[in-house]
């Protein structure tokens, strides 16, 4: 969807003043240490998916969004997802207090904390184990659909009518856009390389270039 979340090559916003890696922690307080596990221990239940998450995350208001630091749009979503799948209601999450026992489904699912290390391990691979002519090949030139949606997709707004080239074709995986609403479609996923001019203009740096993993309903030919 097109909202806060989405300002890539946005104008008034300021130079990107990243914190040296070598030098940021990976986590600044230890609330967002908190909040980052219990995105993963809820997660667990099976009753959203990690696209699900983002979209929620990015329903916010553009205010609440922008105001928020990364782990505050993390919890917001959180919350938003809890009180939308009946894990917790409004009243639970606004007093901090359970109304009763969880059912039996929601207990059985639990992550204990013995697993959680093998758990993060193991991941979520996106790849899916099917046969799917893939759309484009490598070298062939395309244009990213000018889409504007009202709901999730990871095809980014600076991105949008622009030209660029396949350089690598990663399989089917699923198809994101429409994992975040419950549907689960496997899509060839590209890695496109994006000339900096075509992106920012005259201004960009010549021999730049940007490269940006699209799927399949992303893309048109270039003719």
Known sequence: ?????????????????????????????????????????????????????RHARERQEPADYLRNSYYENWLAGLETLLVETGLVSKAELATGKSEGVAPQEVRARTIKAER??????????TTMDTTLDAQYGVGESVRVRNI??????????????????????????????KNAHGTKEGQHLYSVRFEAGELWGETATGKSAVYIDLWDDHLDPAS
């Open 116 to 125: 959680v290390p093998a758990t993060l391990a193991k991941g979520a691979p």
């Open 148 to 177: 504007n949606t009202t709901g999730h997709t990871r095809a980014p707004r600076y991105a949008r009518g622009k030209l660029g080239t396949i350089q690598v074709d990663h399989g089917v995986h699923i198809f994101a856009d």
């Open 1 to 53: 969807m097109n909202g806060a979340h989405d300002l890539g090559g946005m104008h008034g916003f300021g130079p990107i003043d990243p914190e040296p890696e070598t030098k940021e922690p990976i986590f600044h307080a230890e609330w967002e240490r908190r909040v980052f596990a219990l995105n993963l221990a809820s997660a667990a239940h099976g009753k959203w998916t990690l696209d699900t998450s």
